[in-house]
């Protein structure tokens, strides 16, 4: 078993959706949580970055977290074809080496 | 802006050659970055961790002596593909520490070994 999980889609959801993606771990030691979205041939860019449990919101973007559960969570409101993309979550204890999930590949279709 | 730079972008190279690509933290000193290799539609996996001052730490699978890595400052560290193969193609990216635990990337190098 991983030691996260996240379904690889493909997503295709039509402009304005709600968007949910999410991760599963394993690893009671994970603390720090991250989202990143990649762009074909481009490096990740931070989106988002967690540490407790409850919702983080900046912008059109929130980021959940459920430590009990080991279950977190991205959500992206009114959707725009420009977040078409490769999803990554990340996760991190106190070794600072992030362990990534196998990424999620969205397309918001106009 | 971007705050982690790699250069060059991409390369292309004939096999049996040696490729150096750096990794540079912009405005900011990093004392720890790390490289990754992504092969297409998978997720990005860990080659090392590069140390400013010290010897790098090779994850497990990864040949130290056929990746090089060099931190030499605390701006920049290296990733030199000696002997290169086509099974080395790849894309590879570096990412800092700015402060915390999270990890800034950088754009990315697309190697193509002929």
């Known amino acids: 078993q991983k030691e996260v999980e996240q379904d690889p889609g493909p997503l295709s959801v039509p402009e304005g959706a709600i968007v949910s993606l999410n991760c599963t771990y394993s690893n009671s030691a994970f603390q720090y949580f991250m989202w990143y979205r990649q762009y074909s041939r481009k490096g990740p860019e931070l989106l988002m970055y967690t540490y407790s449990s409850g919702n983080k919101e900046d912008g059109r973007f929130t980021a959940q977290v459920d430590k009990s559960s080991k279950y977190i969570s991205l959500f992206i409101r009114d959707s725009q074809p420009s977040d078409s993309a490769t999803y990554l979550c990340a996760m991190t204890g106190s070794a600072r080496q992030l362990t990534f999930g196998s990424g999620t590949q969205l397309t918001v279709l106009p | 802006g971007a705050v982690v730079s790699q250069h060059p972008s991409w390369v292309i190279c004939k096999s049996g050659t040696s490729v150096k690509i750096e990794c540079r933290s912009l405005?900011?000193?990093?004392?720890?970055m790390f490289w990754y290799r992504q092969f297409p539609k998978q997720s990005l996996m860990l080659m090392a961790t590069s140390n400013e001052g010290s010897k790098a730490t090779y994850e497990q699978g990864v040949e130290k002596d056929k990746f090089l890595i060099n931190h030499a400052s605390l701006t920049l560290s290296t990733l030199t593909v000696t002997s290169a193969h086509p099974e080395d193609s790849s894309f590879y990216i570096c990412s800092a520490i700015i402060s915390g635990n999270t990890q800034y990337f950088g754009p990315g190098t697309r190697l193509t070994v002929l």
């Open positions: 405005d900011f000193q990093a004392t720890t």
